[in-house]
T-cell receptor, first 111, second 113 residues
């Protein structure tokens, strides 16, 4: 089945630790996105990538990093510089700026 | 900076009623607008996409309209059912070279059986 796979579903981060969230798509979409969702809030854009080896900061990029070495993959690293990382992280993809499709999300919590 | 507002924040109606959810945006230079549904603890499911040149889109019991000049969109749900209970979000994609949708905070909808 075509779709977007995010892993893990739940992730725990210790103080000072970097953690990486995985996002893989087999839809042959050109663009991929990372959003953060806090309780009762809308989604906020962290990073997006329109082509391989290129990405752009969104509204809340500080404390996060990404890479886009393959069309299918867009991992997000939450660094120790992100002081409030607890949130629901959503990955999405789209083709030619049309429908946006989402993965099922990763819930990140701090130990 | 684009801002998207959704009204009401929450809505509870009896089953069978028709209802309207509202979305407004501050910058009319959009590429398209998309409505989503989110169930608790899940990702988002796309409902309807309206291009900036279109006035409305329909899918089953759902109808979305767009008035770009006034910065407004509505989602109309006909003959509501308990299974429609979810949070509904609207999002706008910018025109020009930038990308990344801007989302509203959503309307939490409860359909009472």
């Amino acid at each position: 089945d075509g779709g977007i796979t995010q892993s893990p579903k739940y992730l725990f981060r210790k103080e000072g630790q970097n953690v990486t969230l995985s996002c893989e798509q087999n839809l042959n979409h050109d663009a991929m996105y990372w959003y953060r969702q806090d309780p009762g809030q809308g989604l906020r854009l962290i990073y997006y990538s329109q082509i391989v080896n290129d990405f752009q900061k969104g509204d809340i990029a500080e404390g996060y990093s990404v890479s886009r070495e393959k069309k299918e993959s867009f991992p997000l690293t939450v660094t120790s510089a992100q002081k409030n990382p607890t949130a629901f992280y959503l990955c999405a993809s789209s083709l030619s700026r049309q429908l946006l499709f989402f993965g099922s999300g990763t819930q990140l919590s701090v130990l | 900076k684009q801002e998207v507002t959704q009204i009401p924040a929450a809505l509870s109606v009896p089953e069978g009623e028709n209802l309207v959810l509202n979305c407004s945006f501050t910058d009319s230079a959009i590429y398209n607008l998309q409505w989503f549904r989110q169930d608790p603890g899940k990702g988002l499911t796309s409902l309807l996409l309206i291009q900036s040149s279109q006035r409305e889109q329909t899918s089953g019991r759902l109808n979305a309209s767009l008035d770009k000049s006034s910065g407004r969109s509505t989602l109309y749900i006909a003959a509501s059912q308990p299974g429609d209970s979810a949070t509904y979000l609207c999002a706008v994609r910018p025109g020009g070279g930038a990308d990344g949708l801007t989302f509203g905070k959503g309307t939490h909808l409860i359909i009472q059986p």
